[in-house]
């Protein structure tokens, strides 16, 4: 049996939720039991549950993510959240930023494939790009690392009042409480856990929200954030 043929029946929900990318949201679920298998993005063991656990989960984030706003969605691997969220919302401008090139060369050819213009992909570390890309409204992230350590990557390439929204599971009230003073040091104002996917999934998707206020990363990142624009700036002069 290949692994494709352990892709389980799509549920019902998922026609209501894609809509008219319904049909590019079943590709994008085959891909990942066959080449995402095949190149250990995905495990073996996630096929029957790709839709709950991955698709649905991740595009129920649509639900709180503003219109028309930019996204970056750091360690983006396979495409998680960002994909889903893409399919949902052609509204968005969306970054998958990725460090590992194998995991970069299956989200371009996803992109390409199911034909997403709204979508980028961007090999390097959240770190690296400070500065040489444009801040966004929104980052969003899945199973990256513990809360404080995804902040500390996830929150510098904000704008000023944007927002960081975290895939969790059981354990985000508690990371959100271990996290209160890092996050306060990156400059957050307002965090707060939200369940989304009612009707959709079950059990809910549970998101960490981090806003941040006029000086996301606070001091040390915004002496990073100016270096880095100044070196982007010497750089494009001389070329």
Request: overall charge neutral; charged content about 25%; some cysteine.
């Amino acid at each position: 049996m290949t692994e494709a043929a352990e892709l389980p029946p799509v549920p019902e929900q998922a026609r209501a939720v894609f809509g008219d990318r319904y049909a590019d949201a079943v590709r994008y679920a085959e891909l990942l039991a066959e080449a995402g298998v095949k190149r250990g993005l995905i495990g073996p063991r996630e096929v029957p549950r790709l839709w709950e656990r991955h698709l649905l989960n991740c595009a129920v984030l649509s639900e709180v993510v503003p219109e028309g706003v930019t996204v970056c969605d750091v360690g983006s691997g396979a495409g998680l959240p960002g994909i889903p969220l893409a399919l949902v919302r052609e509204d968005l401008k969306i970054t998958l930023l990725e460090p590992l090139l194998r995991r970069t060369n299956f989200l371009t050819e996803v992109v390409e494939l199911l034909g997403l213009d709204h979508v980028t992909v961007v090999r390097g570390r959240a770190e690296e790009v400070m500065g040489k890309m444009p801040p966004v409204h929104v980052v969003t992230a899945r199973a990256v690392a513990p809360l404080d350590r995804l902040a500390t990557w996830g929150v510098p390439l904000l704008r000023p009042y944007g927002e960081m929204l975290a895939l969790k599971g059981d354990t985000a009230e508690e990371e959100l409480k271990a996290a209160t003073t890092a996050l306060s040091k990156l400059g957050a104002e307002e965090t707060s856990v939200l369940q989304v996917g009612e009707g959709v999934v079950d059990p809910l998707s549970t998101v960490v929200r981090v806003e941040v206020g006029e000086s996301p990363g606070g001091v040390r990142f915004a002496a990073k954030r100016a270096k880095a624009a100044r070196t982007g700036r010497t750089r494009r002069r001389r070329g």
